[in-house]
């Protein structure tokens, strides 16, 4: 999961990489504007100070004011994505996810639209929770970054992207490794061998290669010789 501090690494890095690019992008943290403060340059400068400080639920609302009260001004657009940025630095991520899904769909043209795809797949990422509960959120953030790969292969987010496909295919697949271990543990091995058989199918060269070819063999080895053992003795 993404610490406070790492957010601020990604954050740094994630500019510098666009400045030394000469991408165009509309970040909230990439442009300088003025402070005049009955202006929407004013009121959008003071909602990215109070983002930079942290103090997330302050940004929102200085950026709601610019986004409802501004809506033609150029900035209206860097403050939905401050909105939505604000929601996924405090950690809300469903109400992120919402607000970069509504930019998603006003915008379906923006430059910002691979960064912001992006976000909404770390959005389903970071509410996974332990090996053993529900993979539908894996799932969710698995499909946005392949649809992101997908419809922009040259952008930068999507190099990003394919890395994360790699990290959702290896959670998927230890997801189902644990199902499989807790069914060969308790002597289930039908119903083992199908979940390992499954991550051998499905997630391939993520890491899981060599162990999942071991159960597999050893689950064989024992069905053979459980169907063995249970075979009756022919007459004579």
């Not at 053979?224 to 004579?236: F, G, H, R």
Request: include cysteine.
């Amino acid at each position: 999961m993404i610490t406070a501090h790492h957010k601020k690494v990604f954050l740094v890095i994630l500019t510098v990489v666009f400045l030394l690019s000469g991408c165009k992008l509309w970040l909230p943290w990439t442009k300088k504007v003025d402070m005049a403060r009955a202006t929407p340059e004013g009121l959008y400068q003071q909602g990215l100070q109070e983002y930079q400080d942290g103090s997330y639920k302050r940004s929102i609302e200085l950026f709601q004011r610019v986004k409802e009260e501004y809506p033609l001004s150029q900035l209206a657009i860097m403050a939905e994505i401050g909105i939505a940025d604000s929601y996924f630095s405090g950690k809300q991520y469903p109400e992120a996810e919402l607000a970069y899904g509504e930019f998603l769909n006003l915008h379906p043209t923006n430059e910002n639209l691979p960064y912001v795809m992006y976000q909404i797949g770390m959005c389903h990422y970071n509410e996974i929770s332990t090996i053993d509960r529900d993979p539908s959120e894996v799932s969710k953030a698995l499909k946005e970054f392949e649809r992101l790969w997908a419809r922009f292969p040259g952008s930068r987010f999507a190099f990003m992207a394919e890395k994360m496909i790699r990290e959702c295919k290896k959670t998927l697949g230890d997801q189902e490794f644990y199902v499989g271990e807790f069914y060969f543990n308790r002597m289930q091995y039908r119903a083992a061998l199908s979940r390992f058989e499954k991550i051998s199918r499905d997630y391939q060269n993520v890491g899981l290669d060599y162990k999942v070819n071991h159960f597999i063999a050893e689950t064989k080895r024992r069905i053979a010789e459980a169907d063995a053992t249970q075979k009756p003795v022919e007459k004579k």
